[in-house]
């Protein structure tokens, strides 16, 4: 990451000062910026995210059905939804709470004065409420697999899996077929986390050498109010919840929880991060197989703290600028949406721009407003991205504690803090 960061930081100075060089390799030529930013840099991170993101369908797919089928009392599985999905969507309205809380307090927007912005987000038209209900059973499950949409992928993975418990030995036999791919696929995630340096080093490489420093600097109280509650979010709420609610030492998941922090910030992704969330879940957490199986891959899909707190700030934050008064009733109409648009989002980098615009539509804002944060998004985007994993594995700790599927031993064995990698 460290070597990522300078070596971009190095490449945009040079850029700046000198200007782009060319130099010429087998008769051909490169200029030295585009060769390294646009090409090593560019394709060294793409390749490594999109190997993470070939492996999210299956290893959802595969360890929802291995953990459902693995729960032989189907009330079980009712608690398990009941307890995760409430625990997401109230900490997800405690994110929204705060944010707004914050950025009504300390104003970011206020005295701001934009040149008018250039360049419209478009945004894709959000589905109503009802129709994200509706979409949550898939009339064709290979089709939703083929587009990577979670919610169908997982209603479908649970109903497979609740059918094999009561399919008697045909049930086992499958059972016993899907555990060993289970194990297969996360032999490739294996195989995939080991050139992870070497993807991470890229992407923030690239990132350090074509971010705009004028728009972080332009809007600079707007980001560190953003950045301090996401921070304070991820360092407040979630040791508090577990604290109350279990009992254990926060501290302890958070030391834990370092390496699929830095790989969640480099990638901007939780769904790019998930593999290595769920291994650092059952090895160094002790949370069950069949629980980490169920809420993992559901907290990546529902689990948009980080997003809905930049929603927050960013609502009001544009309000300001364009000098708007949002009544009680609109901040009301802002929580509830940022809330439940949460649900159903793909964990992928940038999603919560798209998010953002239909808030902003919904409490009649601008929606050219996002023009004004675009060219930060990317850093905040990083941080919220921390922040939704850290949340996803704090509330599969509590369900786990819960539930009595959790190994306290291994949760409190420091030792494995300090292991190199989870992977390892």
């Known amino acids: 990451m460290c070597a990522g960061i300078l070596i971009g930081v190095f490449l945009q100075v040079a850029n700046y000062l000198?200007?782009?060089?060319?130099?010429?390799?087998?008769?051909m030529t490169f200029s030295t910026y585009g060769f390294f930013v646009d090409g090593i840099f560019h394709a060294g991170g793409k390749?490594?995210?999109?190997?993470?993101?070939?492996?999210?369908?299956?290893?959802?797919?595969?360890?929802?059905?291995?953990?459902?089928?693995?729960?032989?009392?189907p009330s079980k599985?009712?608690?398990?939804?009941?307890?995760?999905?409430?625990?997401y969507m109230f900490t997800t309205f405690v994110a929204v709470i705060f944010a707004m809380t914050s950025a009504l307090i300390f104003k970011p927007g206020e005295g701001f004065n934009p040149t008018t912005p250039t360049g419209d987000f478009v945004a894709?038209?959000?589905?109503?409420?009802?129709?994200?209900i509706i979409d949550m059973?898939?009339?064709?499950?290979?089709?939703?697999?083929?587009?990577?949409?979670?919610?169908?992928?997982?209603?479908?993975?649970?109903?497979?899996?609740?059918?094999?418990?009561?399919?008697?030995?045909?049930?086992?036999?499958?059972?016993?077929?899907?555990?060993?791919?289970?194990?297969?696929i996360m032999k490739i995630v294996t195989i995939v986390m080991n050139f992870a340096p070497y993807g991470v080093?890229?992407?923030?490489?690239?990132?350090?050498?074509?971010?705009?420093?004028?728009?972080?600097?332009?809007?600079?109280?707007?980001?560190?109010?953003?950045?301090?509650?996401?921070?304070?979010h991820a360092v407040i709420v979630y040791p508090l919840l577990l604290k109350l609610t279990t009992g254990l030492n926060?501290?302890?998941?958070?030391?834990?929880?370092?390496?699929?922090?830095?790989?969640?910030?480099?990638?901007?992704?939780?769904?790019?991060?998930?593999?290595?969330?769920?291994?650092?879940?059952?090895?160094?957490?002790?949370?069950?197989?069949?629980?980490?199986?169920f809420t993992l891959p559901l907290g990546a899909t529902i689990n948009m703290d980080g997003t809905?707190?930049?929603?927050?700030?960013?609502?009001?934050?544009?309000?300001?600028?364009?000098n708007v008064d949002l009544s009680t009733v609109d901040l009301l109409m802002v929580v509830m949406t940022a809330t439940l648009a949460s649900v159903g989002t793909a964990g992928v980098p940038g999603v919560g721009l798209i998010l953002l615009a239909l808030v902003l539509q919904q409490v009649n804002l601008p929606v050219e407003g996002i023009a004004l944060i675009i060219g930060i998004d990317r850093l905040l985007d990083m941080t919220r991205t921390v922040v939704n994993v850290t949340g996803d594995c704090t509330i599969s700790t509590i369900v786990a504690k819960t539930e009595g599927e959790l190994d306290d031993n291994i949760y409190n064995d420091r030792t494995l803090a300090s292991q190199k990698s989870v992977i390892d």
């Open 18 to 27: 000198i200007g782009d060089l060319d130099f010429n390799i087998f008769s």
């Open 47 to 73: 390749i490594f995210v999109n190997a993470l993101k070939m492996l999210v369908v299956p290893l959802v797919f595969v360890s929802l059905i291995c953990g459902t089928s693995s729960l032989s009392d």
């Open 77 to 87: 599985l009712g608690r398990l939804g009941g307890k995760s999905i409430a625990l």
């Open 124 to 132: 894709t038209e959000s589905p109503g409420f009802v129709q994200v």
């Open 137 to 184: 059973v898939p009339s064709n499950p290979i089709s939703a697999m083929a587009e990577g949409q979670m919610i169908p992928i997982i209603v479908f993975a649970i109903l497979f899996g609740i059918s094999m418990t009561y399919a008697g030995e045909a049930g086992k036999r499958i059972t016993g077929f899907f555990n060993d791919l289970n194990e297969v």
């Open 201 to 232: 080093f890229c992407l923030l490489a690239k990132l350090a050498a074509t971010v705009d420093s004028g728009a972080i600097l332009a809007i600079f109280s707007y980001f560190i109010n953003v950045l301090v509650v996401l921070i304070l």
């Open 250 to 293: 926060p501290a302890i998941l958070l030391f834990k929880m370092r390496e699929v922090a830095m790989f969640a910030f480099s990638s901007a992704s939780s769904s790019a991060t998930l593999p290595l969330t769920m291994a650092t879940a059952r090895q160094k957490l002790g949370v069950s197989r069949s629980v980490s199986s």
């Open 308 to 322: 809905a707190i930049m929603q927050g700030i960013a609502t009001v934050f544009i309000a300001q600028v364009y």
